[in-house]
């Protein structure tokens, strides 16, 4: 209960907050593309990739593999910069499967993102299925030096729906992987995503409550986009499935933060895809509005991260 106090006009522990209160200051990401793919991609264990899957594997907003990892850096500072005074930064390698690759190219790149000196935090998105032996011993590695954060793309714990998005992997593997990763003193931050198709209000909150009982560190909650170009496109225009309103996606994600569990860290709140891209739901082009909304919410209802969870 004391936590909430900590956490101000925030009705969650957000990343924010997690970040002010352990370097003492607010720090910024940098997106990274490390130039590799994924192995549901390129037929380890599938093609085409997850069903929602952009062209350029989630990573639409991530810096370009054709610059070094210190051009990439060099590139998003600037940018930042030009938008508000920034000194600290989060290396966040986000496209595609950014372990999936020979253990000494990705220590070449990691290594060269946390030798900057401003460069706080290591991050790297991957699945829980590229995680051997010799990549868990280089984060580990790494961990001495900086901080290592690890997010893994759960989306679902629901087997019916993680087959039909084409996830790859059964929920074992997702366990083991936390539990390698924790052992290694590693923080996880785990991707769901919210009102994937044939999932109804309880079967979301089914995952919430088992990421609680989930050694995790934090969370990344997102609304399922429907971008051109993707299978999971193709099969909305055969037949259009439901997608929320602005106002039952808050809802629900009121409901998410309301039961989790207090110690985790919320990274996200919602999405924004690329605009041109985005078919559907259009009203999430409009972040800083949902966000805004999403704060108005929370405050009017007097939800708080877990005050359901405590009952």
């Known amino acids: 209960m004391g936590e909430r106090k900590r956490w101000g006009e925030q009705r969650y522990r957000s990343l924010d907050y997690e970040l002010k209160e352990t370097f003492g200051e607010k720090i910024y990401k940098i997106t990274l593309n490390g130039g590799m793919t994924c192995p549901n991609r390129d037929g380890r264990c599938g093609f085409g990739g997850c069903i929602f899957c952009s062209a350029k594997g989630s990573g639409d907003f991530a810096g370009s593999p054709s610059l070094s990892i210190e051009e990439q850096l060099a590139r998003g500072k600037e940018a930042l910069s030009k938008k508000r005074p920034v000194r600290s930064y989060i290396a966040y390698f986000q496209a595609f499967t950014n372990t999936y690759a020979p253990v000494d190219y990705l220590e070449d790149i990691f290594i060269r993102a946390i030798q900057d000196p401003d460069v706080k935090v290591l991050s790297v998105a991957t699945r829980p299925d590229c995680l051997g032996e010799d990549v868990l011993s280089l984060l580990e590695r790494l961990n001495r030096i900086k901080p290592v954060w690890v997010e893994l793309g759960l989306q679902t714990i629901h087997p019916r729906t993680a087959e039909y998005i084409r996830r790859g992997y059964p929920l074992e ?139």
């Open 173 to 311: 593997v997702f366990d083991r992987a936390v539990s390698d990763l924790r052992r290694a003193g590693i923080r996880v931050i785990v991707h769901i995503i919210l009102f994937l198709p044939g999932e109804n209000e309880d079967m979301m909150m089914e995952t919430i409550d088992y990421l609680n009982r989930t050694d995790i560190q934090g969370i990344k909650l997102q609304l399922l986009h429907i971008l051109q170009g993707t299978d999971l496109a193709a099969d909305y225009a055969k037949s259009p499935f439901y997608t929320p309103d602005m106002e039952t996606y808050i809802r629900v994600l009121g409901r998410c933060i309301s039961r989790l569990r207090p110690d985790i860290s919320v990274h996200r709140l919602t999405g924004d895809g690329p605009k041109d891209l985005l078919i559907a739901p259009l009203w999430t082009g409009a972040k800083r509005t949902v966000l805004n909304r999403i704060q108005q919410y929370l405050k009017e209802n007097d939800i708080w991260q877990g005050k359901e969870y405590y009952g």
